[in-house]
């Protein structure tokens, strides 16, 4: 029986969402091809109809992950009349987001591993997603773009990210919960300079 395109993108979609999840909760070499399928409701047989390798699922899921966290950010800052910048920090530096690795920011979940990587084209995804959220903080901390916004939205995404990978790494709930508050309050009462 032949399957109709559309049920075939809504089930290679299921398997980028299914990847997505679980390449943030437990890494890019932490999940099988088939443990992903399986999680899509999908047989390992039809992967390769799907996708040319495992690296272009991986690439797919990754670039899907951080537009999308990208896009709820925008969103935010777009309905947020007072203080779009503590909307961010409030929103991303919560014990929630720390919790949910799956769910949560790839940056954070996905970076150090990524650095490391040799997948050139997965470099390139993160890259254009770095530099697309730098510019989305510049647009919120400075409605004239210059390198003084610049710098400070590349101290403020620098600042939140490793605020998240601490928080995640520790396992003292008090120093966890420190590196949260403290990062909040540092971006969003930096000293006077």
Excluded at 12 to 40: F, N, P, T, W, Y
């Amino acid at each position: 029986m032949r399957v109709s395109k559309a049920k075939a993108e809504e089930s290679r979609q299921s398997v980028v969402d299914a990847a997505s999840h679980l390449i943030r909760a437990r890494g890019l070499d932490g999940v099988a091809v088939s443990e992903l399928m399986q999680a899509a409701g999908l047989t390992h047989g039809g992967f390769y109809k799907k996708f040319g390798s495992r690296d272009d699922l991986v690439q797919q899921a990754t670039a899907q992950a951080l537009a999308r966290g990208r896009q709820r950010y925008t969103n935010l800052v777009a309905t947020t009349k007072d203080d779009p910048l503590a909307a961010v920090v409030h929103n991303y530096l919560t014990p929630e987001h720390r919790d949910k690795t799956g769910e949560g920011c790839t940056l954070a979940a996905l970076a150090p591993e990524v650095s490391r990587s040799d997948d050139n084209a997965l470099h390139e995804i993160f890259s254009e997603e770095l530099t697309a959220f730098l510019d989305l903080l510049e647009g919120v901390l400075s409605p004239q773009p210059d390198e003084a916004a610049r710098d400070r939205a590349a101290s403020t995404l620098s600042t939140l990210v490793g605020a998240l990978i601490l928080s995640r790494l520790s396992e003292d709930p008090a120093l966890s919960e420190r590196f949260l508050r403290a990062s909040a309050d540092a971006i969003l009462s930096p000293p006077a300079a």
